[in-house]
């Protein structure tokens, strides 16, 4: 009897295993990616570089901005069963490496660690303000930053960084369950990865007068919340989401691409973020996830609608995405290897 259990356990640990170290590939999309590329030497650009999970560089040569600053990416034993804590190291290699020095600002999509975790080491090093819900200001106010660093943000009050407005917008996170509720006292790491409370989720809206963004990190909605909002580019959060059946994914791409009329839909939130950023990355292990689920949706929506396309970025590489054109005003610019789509 007792070799029978031992026999069942050891093969439903082995097969739990086997998932979690089962990541789909990304090469099946790789005719979406964009190639990296430089603003024009006029400065009449935007750029945009990836970072992982939502982790999202936003520059037009003057103001850079910042979501969620997470580069620590803790292993998922550490996760699972330890304390987690910003990694001064690998924060600084990553900002580094992203060319990073000064940020005007950062914006959390919501308090879970992978989100949260790092920004205010990350706004520390920057001089950016912190900005997010108060569940956000206290990761923040643990982590000694000063008060006057961070903001606590109002939805839809619209926020002006040089030459870019940013308006957080109430979201609802993707209905997992865990982790949920405020952050009520300052959070000092290091601490449990579930101590990272989600305290609030935003959907982020970037206006600049060459064209506007919508970072939207996790898969839930509030029906109508975005009504109102125009982004020609829509950075989409989708993790978990291939977990959900199709009507799920039809009323989130409404509520989110569809409503604010995107021209481009650009998936975030895929990566497995146990594994660290100096890696390629992988998208979330299928135990968790089914990221194929996912992008067939995404492949065959922007198939069946005219002028919206699936995009796909480099990671940790600049792409132009808003460039003045002579005549023709702002884009998405079309970046050359866009064209043999
Ligand atoms: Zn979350």
């Known amino acids: 009897m007792f070799l029978i259990a031992l026999l069942l356990l050891s093969t439903a640990i082995g097969w739990v295993v086997y998932r979690l170290n089962d990541h789909p590939s990304l090469a099946p999309y790789e005719r979406y990616l964009l190639s990296a590329g430089e603003l024009p030497a006029s400065g009449d650009g935007v750029s945009v570089t990836f970072l992982g999970v939502s982790t999202v560089l936003i520059s037009d040569g003057r103001t850079a901005l910042l979501t969620d600053g997470f580069f620590t990416r803790p292993s998922l034993a550490r996760v699972a069963l330890g304390r987690i804590e910003p990694d001064r190291e690998v924060i600084a290699r ?56 961070i ?35 300052p959070l000092v790491p290091p601490a449990r990865a579930m101590a990272y409370r989600e305290g609030g989720s935003w959907s982020i809206h970037v206006e600049h007068r060459l064209g506007s963004l919508l970072i939207h990190s996790s898969a839930g909605w509030i029906p109508g919340a975005l009504e109102g909002y125009r982004a020609d580019v829509v950075m989409l959060g989708i993790g978990l989401l291939g977990s959900r059946d199709e009507a799920y994914r039809r009323d989130y791409f409404r509520e989110v691409v569809e409503t ?26 299928a135990f968790f996830d089914d990221f194929g689920a996912s992008m067939r949706f995404l492949v065959e929506r922007t198939e069946a609608s005219p002028g919206l396309e699936l995009v796909m970025l480099p990671v940790g590489e600049p792409v132009v995405m808003f460039e003045a054109r002579a005549g023709v005003g702002s884009a998405p610019a079309r970046v050359s290897n866009l064209d043999r789509l």
């Open 94 to 149: 990553a900002l580094d490496l992203a060319g990073i020095d000064a940020l005007e600002a950062i914006f959390v999509v919501h308090s879970h660690y992978d989100h949260a975790m790092d920004a205010p080491e990350v706004a520390r090093r920057t001089g950016a303000l912190l900005v997010g819900s108060e569940s956000t200001a206290n990761v923040g106010r643990g982590w000694g930053l000063e008060d006057d660093r």
């Open 260 to 285: 604010v009329g995107a021209r481009w839909v650009i998936p975030i939130h895929y990566d497995d973020f146990t594994r660290p950023l100096d890696v390629p990355l992988l998208p979330l292990p």
């Open 151 to 185: 903001r606590v943000a109002e939805s839809g009050r619209p926020m002006p960084f040089g030459d870019f407005t940013v308006t957080l917008i109430r979201s609802r996170h993707f209905p997992h369950g865990r982790a949920m509720g405020e952050i009520a006292e």
